[in-house]
């Protein structure tokens, strides 16, 4: 059963700013950011690179759980703030539903198996590229080459298509659902998907930038993550993609050029 298109405008257009809206989510952020802080300051940091997760200390499912642990705990930090805007606007407008506690949830649950779905995906292929680099000789002895590779392509990727319209859809968030909305557990773990496929369409090459860095490389992090969070939510979002687009191109190129950049630049990765 879908709400009355008047009924759910009212809901929207009323209510406190999304940080207010959202204690929950915004305590699950800050949550996220200390323990990524609190693992570079006490040298833990090595047990959330993805890089240290596949160890011959541990069994093969044990490695993946300790991924799957870590990566909410990056997807948490980085992509929830963006998502502020959408998830306070679908709070207001399940307020009237039987079960809002579970439909939050439950929206909640499909953007993150999204966002999961994407991390065990970059992993495996990232596995498979450790591989091929066994096989080539070339790549193993020039580990700047795949690092400076995968920031050219984020950089190239701020100008497709696919970017533009992804970010239109995350910055009109009252608009999507006024689309896409209806009542019920169910529906809102698929709208929570959806929303959580339109947020990796416009991302998804910023976030592989980490597989290369370290998932949790805060030098990294923090910049990537204000970058995302400007240009879905930002005044000027729309107008710093582009710009961000050639820099990342720039900087690839430097750390394929000059190795010597290599170490300082991508520090945690092999």
Known sequence: MEDGTPALSGRLSAGPPAWRASPLLLGTIVLAWALAIAAELTGRVQWVHHHDLLVEQLALLASLG???????????????????????????????????????????????????????????????????????????????????????????????????????????????????????????????AYHGLYCLGCCWALMLVMFVVGIANLAWMAPLALLMLYEKAGRYGPQVVRPVGVGLIALGAVVMADPAWWPDLVPHAH
């Open 66 to 192: 300790l991924f799957v642990v870590a990566w909410q705990v990056h997807v948490a930090a980085m992509m929830l703030p963006s998502t502020l805007p959408m998830y306070a606007l679908f709070r207001r407008a399940s307020a009237g539903q039987s079960r809002p506690r579970a439909t939050r949830a439950a929206f909640v649950a499909g953007y993150a198996a999204v966002w999961t779905g994407f991390g065990i995906a970059a992993l495996a292929g990232d596995a498979l590229l450790q591989l091929a680099r066994m096989q080539w000789h070339g790549l193993m002895h020039h580990p700047e080459l795949i690092a400076g590779a995968v920031i050219v392509l984020a950089g190239a990727f701020q100008f497709s298509a696919l970017k533009q319209r992804c970010m239109d859809k995350c910055r009109h968030p009252a608009m999507f659902l006024m689309q896409h909305y209806r009542r019920g557990v169910d529906h809102a773990f698929r709208l929570g």
